[in-house]
């Protein structure tokens, strides 16, 4: 991805054209579109809303008229030069080895109406314990505290898949639903019984449930099951559908669904000493029906200045016996506090993923990483303003390799 952003940089600076003009006119075709685009391992894109992103973004994020304006300041700033840059990203979420596309949950409803969830997923600090206990809360109506989360253990969600591909949420998450909705199925079928319904007018409201024309609490719905002898315990299963892949052939359908999303990056660059500093970055994603918002912008902004430290400061060095010395904190520099932009916009695409997954969310993990690409070009630009010459930044960014192209910039 970072490869061929460089490559549409190179051909703007090459043809004295707006970079983001370069880069849409090479995204995949509009979701709306009769045509669709084939990626290179031949599945076809039929959910790209990458235009509507990326015109949003730049609107909301003014990026023409603060590319005019930065011109001009760069055109009377002999030392401090800003860059400007957005970048777009389209990311496939599913494991690449399909059979890792599956998960299973265990729940669990007690005669007091307590809840408890264990599934194959792994919490990291990523909020999946959250959101899978959100499913299970949503699935029943009842209150989010209601739900018991214990710790993963194959004990008793077996074969779990590793907690990776950005699919945490996604797998155990509809393997919880699939739990959930057998219980729930089980107590519509004793209340309509036992009450002389028809199953549809069995519905459950917030911590209740309606039978008929009686309302009743979720609890006593649950007392009264327990006492009839219902089975309130279920082992849920989820596997992705419709994906393939021949690895041999590198073709074939990997990705369940793709998700997008655009950065746009504003720098200062001192061009003596190649110190820069992020003054502001805005950032639309799109991740569905967000399960959680609060924790879905919270893994944006992580996934940015993650990815911009990665493109910009984050130096491997070895030594001559081919020993990595940047092997820990200590050696290793990686960004902080002071390193995130002054001003930081991050904001959620208002949409439902088309595909049917975990209420119509999107996986919010790995792509993000990817938006930490506009630091690095908006880097690029501003030492494109200091000459005629492509500056040809390499990546990580250190002052280091600032100056060196600086000095390609100016030939």
């Known amino acids: 991805m970072l490869g061929i952003e460089r490559v549409i940089d190179a051909i703007a600076h090459e043809l004295d054209l707006d970079p983001l003009a370069v880069r849409r006119r090479n995204f995949y075709p509009h979701h709306t579109a009769s045509a669709h685009g084939v990626t290179p ?18 609107d909301d994020a003014e990026y023409a008229k603060r590319r005019t304006a930065i011109e001009a300041f760069n055109a009377d700033s002999p030392v401090i030069k800003r860059g400007i840059a957005l970048t777009p990203v389209k990311f496939g979420i599913s494991f690449n080895t399909t059979f890792l596309n599956q998960a299973g949950a265990l729940v669990h409803v007690y005669n007091d109406g307590s809840i408890h969830l264990n599934h194959g997923g792994t919490e990291m600090g990523q909020g999946l ?44 998450g509809m393997a919880a639903l699939d739990a959930a909705e057998q219980i729930k199925a089980r107590l519509v079928e004793f209340a309509a019984d036992k009450w002389g319904v028809d199953p549809a007018a069995v519905i459950f409201l917030p911590n209740a449930v309606k039978v008929g024309n009686e309302v009743m609490g979720f609890d006593a719905l649950v007392k009264a099951a327990y006492m ?6 279920a082992a849920g299963f989820y596997k992705t559908p419709d994906i393939h892949w021949d690895r041999a052939a590198g073709r074939g359908r990997p990705f ?6 655009a950065s746009c990056s504003e720098v200062s660059v001192d061009t003596l000493t190649g110190e820069y500093r992020v003054e502001r970055t805005d950032i639309l994603h799109d991740a569905g029906a967000s399960l959680n918002p ?5 893994q944006i902004e992580g996934g940015f200045v993650q990815g911009a430290g990665w ?29 995130t932009p002054d001003i930081f916009n991050v904001a959620l695409w208002d949409g439902e993923n088309p595909a049917e997954t975990i209420y119509r969310s999107k996986a919010v993990g790995e792509p993000p990483l990817m938006l ?3 630091a690095f070009f908006a880097l690029s630009d501003a030492v494109a303003a200091c000459g005629p010459h492509y500056p040809a930044l390499r990546a990580p960014a250190t002052p280091e390799e600032i100056l060196h192209a600086v000095q390609r910039a100016r030939g």
């Not at 009839?228 to 315990?233: D, E, F, T």
């Not at 369940?256 to 999303?261: E, M, T, V």
């Not at 001559?320 to 290793?332: E, F, I, Q, V």
């Open 41 to 58: 391992y031949g599945q076809t894109v039929e959910d790209c809303v990458l235009q509507d992103i990326v015109d949003q973004l730049a």
């Open 129 to 172: 314990n959250t959101k899978v206990a959100q499913v299970v809360a949503e699935a029943f109506q009842v209150d989010f505290d209601r739900i018991k989360i214990t710790k993963t253990t194959t004990e008793k969600v077996p074969n779990t898949s590793a907690t990776a591909a950005s699919s945490g949420s996604d797998l155990n």
């Open 228 to 233: 009839a002898r219902v089975h309130l315990s």
């Open 256 to 261: 369940y669904y793709y998700a997008y999303g």
């Open 294 to 298: 609060a924790i879905d912008i919270g």
């Open 311 to 339: 493109l910009t400061m984050e130096e491997l060095v070895w030594d001559d016996k081919g020993r990595l010395t940047t092997h820990a904190p200590s050696t290793y520099k990686i960004p902080a506090c002071p390193d």
């Open 372 to 374: 930490g690409m506009s």
